[in-house]
């Protein structure tokens, strides 16, 4: 039997601006119902990949494909399997909830039939129903969120990736988040995330890539990263191991305001 193509894969991508390299020879396969998280620093390239993974940016060199469509030269048929949620969802402030959804339908190609049905429920599911015929411009950045991610979802796509989701959330949302991505990985969604929360990145996710200057440094299970960090310190060892973290920060910037 042929073997399925998978969620998301990255080949030999680079990133280049300026002549400065943000993301570097990038080689990542995606599992079907996998929650994979991209952790690292602050400028590491993690927002990078993304965007180029949902056709934003154009990679310098390689190719990254969505359910074995190349993301660039089948940029239509890529983005029918992919949901995307950034960091800051820009969102139309003069639409009500539910009208912004029913906006989000029309551009995924949903019928208005199994939008009838699929809006209620994902409004339900993360506790906008009420907030719903309220304009957008009244919620906070949590409910933001969660409606980014209802319309990320409207066309049930395979692949779904999010940059620093939990950004914002309160403690109840960000676990009512993770929840959810939990239960769409059990029913064959493939889930990709950045973060530089490791505790998300523990808690949540299968398999773990840290990035560092562009380029994946670790990969693996959070057991197998961990096992890799030494010390006992779990996750937060291996990135720091991985990233060359030094623990000497903090003393330097003391000898620094004392100078």
Do not use: W
């Amino acid at each position: 039997m042929e073997r399925a193509p998978a969620p998301l894969r990255f080949e030999a991508v680079s990133k280049e601006f300026e002549g400065r390299s943000a993301v570097s020879g990038l080689d990542l396969e995606l599992r079907a119902g996998e929650l994979f998280g991209l952790i690292g620093p602050n400028g590491a390239g993690k927002t990078t990949t993304i965007k180029m993974a949902v056709g934003l940016l154009r990679p310098s060199s390689g190719s990254i494909t969505v359910c074995g469509h190349d993301v660039q030269a089948e940029g239509g048929r890529a983005r029918r399997h992919l949901g995307y949620v950034p960091d800051s969802a820009p969102l139309y402030e003069k639409l009500t909830g539910a009208e912004f959804l029913q906006l989000a339908g029309d551009l995924h190609g949903v019928s208005r039939r199994r939008r009838e049905r699929r809006i209620p429920a994902l409004l339900e599911a993360l506790e906008l129903s009420q907030a719903a015929p309220q304009l957008v411009q009244s919620y906070s950045r949590g409910m933001r969120q969660k409606l980014a991610l209802c319309a990320a979802l409207i066309h049930d796509p395979e692949v779904l990736l999010l940059d620093e989701p939990t950004v914002g959330l309160d403690p109840k949302a960000a676990r009512q988040l993770r929840s959810i991505l939990k239960a769409l990985c059990a029913t064959g969604h493939a889930v990709f995330l950045s973060t530089h929360a490791l505790d998300v990145a523990s808690a949540l996710c299968d398999r773990v890539g840290i990035f560092s200057a562009g380029r994946l440094v670790a990969l693996g299970t959070v057991d197998e990263l961990a096992g890799q960090g030494g010390g006992g310190e779990g996750l937060e060892a291996a990135f720091m191991q991985a990233t060359g973290a030094a623990d000497g920060d903090a003393d330097r910037l003391i000898d620094a305001l004392s100078a």
